[in-house]
């Protein structure tokens, strides 16, 4: 019996646990034109694409503190579509353009030269690249900024690092 109530209470606390990183990112099935679809359908700007790796401790460390803040997630989700993008992944993909890719890891290494994780990179709803992240972001407030550098356009107008530096400067 008090393995049972252990066992309980550790299930009520795994349940009672947030989880916004569940949150942040949508389901998808590996069609990433469809996935733009729903996103213009939806209103959005576009499609946020956070290529990763299972033994990625930068991906761990932005999913465990970054990706679960609240005010992130909503963020992102105001603006994007946001999907988890295995790229060691030998499933089937199809990209933004149609192109279909035999596996994962052949879309991230041909198409988007993602060797080394994680690279974050925002998509328009036509899978057009408007900002790419590589590495993860120091604080929660330096991925919101990069969030807003897309969001406003200023992506159209200089790069990340300079829209930093000016923001920081104010």
């Known amino acids: 019996m008090k393995h049972f109530a252990l066992g309980f ?3 009520l606390v795994g349940l009672s646990a947030p989880s916004w990183a569940a949150e942040f990112f949508d389901q998808s099935f ?10 213009r359908d939806e209103g959005k700007l ?3 694409v ?10 761990h460390r932005m999913k465990e503190t ?4 609240p005010d992130v997630v909503e963020y992102f989700n105001q603006h994007f ?5 295995d790229i060691e992944g030998s499933s089937p993909v199809v990209d933004f353009d149609g192109t279909e890719y035999a ?18 990179i925002m998509f328009d709803n036509d899978g057009q690249v408007i900002a790419r992240y ?22 159209k107008n200089m790069p990340f690092t300079r829209y930093k530096r000016a923001q920081t400067q104010q």
């Open 9 to 11: 209470a550790f299930l």
């Open 30 to 39: 590996g069609n990433f034109e469809e996935e733009a679809k729903y996103a």
């Open 46 to 48: 576009g499609v946020f």
């Open 50 to 59: 956070f290529f990763e790796m299972d033994d990625c401790p930068f991906c």
């Open 66 to 69: 970054i990706l679960i803040e």
């Open 81 to 85: 579509k946001a999907y988890r993008f």
């Open 103 to 120: 596996t994962g890891q052949e879309m991230a290494v041909k198409k988007y030269r993602v060797r080394a994780t994680p690279v974050m």
């Open 134 to 155: 590589t590495g993860p972001a120091t604080t929660k407030e330096e991925f919101l900024m990069w969030g807003e550098f897309a969001v406003s356009g200023e992506y």
